[in-house]
């Protein structure tokens, strides 16, 4: 295990942090989970440069680091849906995306001859847009109704982005067992 796993796993383990600190009742519960939030979100950004400057990118941490970063935001927008911070249904473009990549990416490595599509840049884009319009949310600042909409029109282009990587990658695997 090195230090950019290691703290992967701490992002992890801040998810139930977060969740027990968001709920908690006291009340600076929202600006105590948000700084747990934000602390994910630099630990995310640490990790990876840790692991290229260094030379320590591991498959686990491959599999792992986006898997955090997902779960984490997953559970903030879950959390913040059920205080009704957000409407539902922004949660549940979310959740589909994340469902559906996840089933692609299992799709792509096991059925298509171990294919991998790596994190484009309008996927980061999304991941940094949707960490600023929780904070605005979560503070009630000023446009926080745009960032959030920003955020996930991000998240859909992203997607979109992947899907479109994924059948060119399928058809460039096609035409190499042909040949």
Do not use: H
Not at 30 to 43: D, K, N, P
């Amino acid at each position: 295990m090195n230090l950019p796993n290691t703290i992967t796993v701490l992002r992890f383990l801040l998810i139930p942090i977060f969740t027990m600190v968001f709920f908690s009742g006291s009340s600076y519960a929202v600006i105590y989970s948000v700084v747990i939030f934000m602390l994910a979100g630099f630990t995310d950004m640490l990790d990876g440069y840790i692991a290229r400057k260094y030379n320590l990118v591991t498959k686990w941490g491959q599999a792992m680091d986006p898997l955090a970063d997902k779960l984490m935001q997953l559970t903030v927008l879950v959390c913040f849906t059920i205080k009704k911070f957000l409407p539902i249904w922004i949660l549940l473009v979310v959740a589909i995306k994340e469902i559906l990549m996840v089933l692609g990416g299992l799709f792509l490595y096991t059925k298509k001859g171990k294919i991998v599509i790596p994190a484009n840049k309008y996927g980061k884009i999304a991941t940094v847009v949707f960490y600023i319009a929780i904070i605005w949310v979560a503070f009630e600042l000023s446009f926080y109704t745009y960032l959030t909409w920003s955020a996930v029109l991000f998240t859909a282009y992203a997607f979109i982005q992947y899907a479109r990587e994924a059948l060119k990658a399928i058809k460039i695997k096609g035409t190499e067992k042909i040949s």
